[in-house]
């Protein structure tokens, strides 16, 4: 007897999305890179870019509060400016690994700032429905998350239209705020590069290069407390499912 | 002639996802809800959980860092103790609303902590690969956004795979940290609850409450810096499109 669920209704089949569905949502997950190197020049149509606005904005957000604008940089004066703050702020993060990484990170592409034909900053504005909000009574930080979330719709949907975006963080966070004249009580949350690739690589830049590896699922998985390892059948089944890693279609894999 | 692009390369007609594809990312981005009320008893099998939890691992990570780790809770005592941190802090953020807003803020159902069959808690290890990090050196919440990510992907994954989940963040920080027994290294991003569900809810249950209502988006986008209004041809033709809400087939629409 489970002492905490006594509602016996069944789940309807119609929630569960059919496979060429859930293969265009995994898809899109297992295939979106951070791209940095392979943007092409190709306009943008108007109407792709709404859509993967669209998505960006129904982004779940704490007390329904959207918290989010995008901010669309084609003009090369402010590309230029951000460019700039990178260039600064990316010699200044060099001196910071030790001695072995430095010259690795010194050839690593961080960014397409000025080849993407569009970036895109993306910020949470703290005040936007008054002090107190729904859920950010006791996490204060939960409208940062919402527009993260908003974040991640955006690059998902990219991804499905067939477009890179690349999320640079190597910045001044006074500088970008001032290039774009944000007020006081917006945070820039991301600034994105946004364009068609001449390719998409297979795994994410920083694997290939031998800089981390992936790290196994089931090693990030504990149960009821950190640190705790499976201890029940359901639990442990759990675990060699996450290590067999056959549990997707094999078309479906990354 | 664009000064900032000189690769006349074409993208591939094969980085876009077909119709199909596209659709089954937009119905999860479009109809993933924040549930609280509908969580059914119904078991959910290990290998639909472990595509969520490799959805989410496959997050984008600042320097590859995946400081993600997935706690997952079954077990009724730490439940209980959660949902006792939820009650107080509910109770507490009552009387931050003004008073015309209590009453209706008391009746909403904001959590379903003990009815979901699993509760996860997503966590962010600021010292999973070491003090410096690529990408983390100017901006050092990068990390924290980082597991948000993994949020998103868990969260359209289980409406993909016909699993409703709530994020639920009134709760006390230090009693969330002490009952999961999380280090001092680690964060608590989400506290999520995943189950069944009766029925999905057509939209946000804060937008059919008449708790705040759905922003216009073509309101949330301007151009080249904060507040900037669509100045030429391009520009306007992208607000047009957003306000038009026409880009999308019929068929995909929320």
């Known amino acids: 007897m489970d002492l905490f ?6 789940p309807k089949a119609t929630h569960q999305f059919n496979e060429q569905e ?3 949502l995994y ?12 943007f092409l020049a190709t306009k943008i149509p108007n109407d792709v870019l709404s859509r993967i606005l669209y998505a960006a904005h129904h982004a ?11 901010i669309v940089i084609q003009c090369p004066e402010v590309k230029t400016k951000i460019h700039q703050s990178f260039t600064l702020a990316h010699q200044e993060a060099q001196t910071m690994f030790e001695a072995s990484k430095q010259e690795k990170y010194k050839n690593l592409k961080l ?11 993306i910020t949470c504005d703290r005040n936007r429905t008054g002090k107190t ?9 939960m409208d940062l998350y919402s527009s993260v979330c908003a974040v991640q719709n955006f690059w998902l949907a990219a991804r499905a239209e067939g477009l890179g975006v690349g999320w640079v963080s190597i910045l001044h966070h006074d500088t970008l705020k001032a290039t774009l004249a944000l007020p006081d009580s917006v945070v ?6 946004l364009g068609y690739v001449s390719h998409f690589q297979k795994k994410p830049e920083l694997e290939s290069a031998n800089w981390l590896p992936r790290r196994p699922i089931d090693e990030l998985v504990n149960f009821n407390g950190w640190g705790q390892e499976a201890r029940n059948e359901s639990e442990q089944a759990l675990i060699k499912a996450l290590k067999s890693n056959q549990t997707f279609p094999q078309s479906f894999h990354p």
């Open 27 to 38: 898809k899109s997950i297992f295939n979106r890179r951070d791209v940095r190197g392979q």
């Open 133 to 141: 909000v729904i859920g950010r009574t006791h996490m204060k930080e």
């Open 60 to 70: 779940p957000s704490v007390g329904f509060m959207q918290p989010w604008n995008f």
């Open 188 to 193: 820039p949350i991301a600034y994105l590069c």
């Open 111 to 121: 960014e397409g700032i000025i080849e993407s034909p569009i970036n895109i900053c």
């Open 5 to 10: 669920n006594n509602n016996t209704a069944q």
């Open 22 to 24: 859930q293969y265009g």
